[in-house]
């Protein structure tokens, strides 16, 4: 009979690449959804950010008081930046999340296109933004090139959009 391994061993032996198959796996949705800019990235970081500062500063505090201040100084700015990276690619998952999971309400953008701007932060994509001036406000979307190429400065627009779950607008 084969002895099971406790969860710690498992992540020993198989977290790095654990890790990196969570990684890829959170940007494929990142490129397949059209967006607000930067609403989802906000959301996680507000809602699983928040949770997991919590236990970071619970962890530093007593490895401070087990192991001194520069081993808890060393601690916290690891799993700080370490939990900046979990944040960043599980707002992938949260759209999955949103956009499959529960009733999703349809909200319709219309406005006249003020900017358009091609975002080519990474060799591999880029990112198709349309800023619209809806009167009394405006909005960033990120959007496929094809609707980005549909429209040019001073076009009306409008196109509606799904709310998920999560109160998180896609397309």
């Known amino acids: 009979m084969k002895k099971s391994l406790p969860i710690s ?3 020993t032996k198989y977290g790095s690449f654990l890790a990196v198959v969570f990684c890829i796996g959170g940007i494929f949705p990142i490129l397949s959804y059209s967006y ?3 609403i989802p ?4 970081f507000k809602y699983l950010g928040s ?3 919590i236990v970071v500063i619970a962890y530093t505090l007593r490895v401070f008081k087990t192991r001194g201040a520069i081993r808890a100084l060393s601690f916290f700015i690891d799993k700080t930046l370490k939990s ?12 999955v999340i949103n956009a499959n999971v ?5 909200t319709c953008f219309d406005g006249k296109v003020i900017d358009k701007k091609i975002d080519r932060q990474s060799g591999l994509t880029s990112t198709f933004i349309i800023e619209l001036d809806k009167g009394n406000s405006t909005s960033k979307l990120i959007v496929s090139k094809k609707e980005f190429d549909r ?3 001073g076009d009306s627009y409008k196109s509606c959009w799904n709310e998920g779950l999560l109160g998180l607008l896609h397309k």
Do not use: H, P, R, S
């Not at 900046?84 to 759209?95: A, E, F, P, R």
């Open 102 to 106: 529960g009733t999703q309400t349809e």
């Open 9 to 11: 061993d498992i992540l």
């Open 36 to 38: 607000q800019l930067n």
């Open 41 to 44: 990235f906000w959301f996680t």
């Open 151 to 153: 429209y040019v400065k």
């Open 51 to 53: 949770v997991i500062a």
């Open 84 to 95: 900046g990276v979990l944040c960043l690619m599980t707002t992938g998952y949260v759209l």
